[in-house]
C-alpha cells in the first residue's frame, strides 16, 4: 500500500468547485482484501483509534453510515477507508472538511482518492499518518494477510 502521486488544487478544479488533494494510491496485494475480510479487529481496532469516524455519513448521508459500510456484506475497499482516515485526522487537527471521493483510476488497484483541505501541509501530513495507521492496522488484525 503506497502513494504513487499527489496533486495539490488550491481552488476550483475538475475534481470540486474548492481546494482539494488528489492522490494515486496503491493497494498492491491488500486489493484483494476489503474491509470484512482483513476481519472485525481491523475495523475495531479503526474506530477505536479514530471513534470519530462514527460520526461519518458516507453514503448513506447519516451518522455511522461509513462504519455501516466497514461491516456489510464485503466491506469497503482501503483507498476508501484511507479517504476517510485523512478527512478524520484533518478534522482532529481542528480543520473543518468533509468531503472525499474514491475511484479507481482504470489499474489494478490503483484508486484516485481526492480529498478536500483548508491548509496543505495539513491535508498532507494526514494522508502520510493515514497511511502509516493502515499499514499498522492491516499488519496487526489479519493472520491470514501476514506481513504487508
Excluded at 53 to 65: A, D, I
Aim: hydrophobic share 40%.
Amino acid at each position: 500500500m503506497k502513494i504513487l502521486d499527489r496533486s495539490v488544487f488550491v481552488g476550483p478544479s475538475v475534481h470540486a468547485h474548492f481546494a482539494v488533494i488528489r492522490l494515486t494510491f496503491d493497494l498492491g496485494k491488500l486489493e484483494e482484501w476489503p474491509s470484512a475480510k482483513i476481519g472485525k479487529e481491523f475495523t475495531d481496532a479503526l474506530v477505536a483509534a479514530l471513534p470519530g469516524l462514527q460520526n461519518h455519513g458516507c453514503s448513506y448521508r447519516e451518522e455511522g453510515g461509513f462504519v455501516r459500510r466497514l461491516t456489510e456484506d464485503d466491506g469497503t475497499w482501503l483507498g476508501h477507508i484511507f479517504e476517510h482516515v485523512v478527512i478524520e485526522l484533518q478534522q482532529i487537527a481542528g480543520t473543518e472538511v468533509t468531503f472525499g471521493k474514491t475511484r479507481g483510476n482504470g489499474e489494478y488497484g490503483q484508486y484516485d482518492v481526492v480529498f478536500q483541505y483548508k491548509q496543505k501541509d495539513v491535508g498532507l501530513e494526514a494522508a502520510q499518518v493515514a497511511l502509516r495507521l493502515l499499514h499498522h492496522l492491516s499488519r496487526i488484525c489479519s493472520s491470514d494477510l501476514g506481513c504487508l
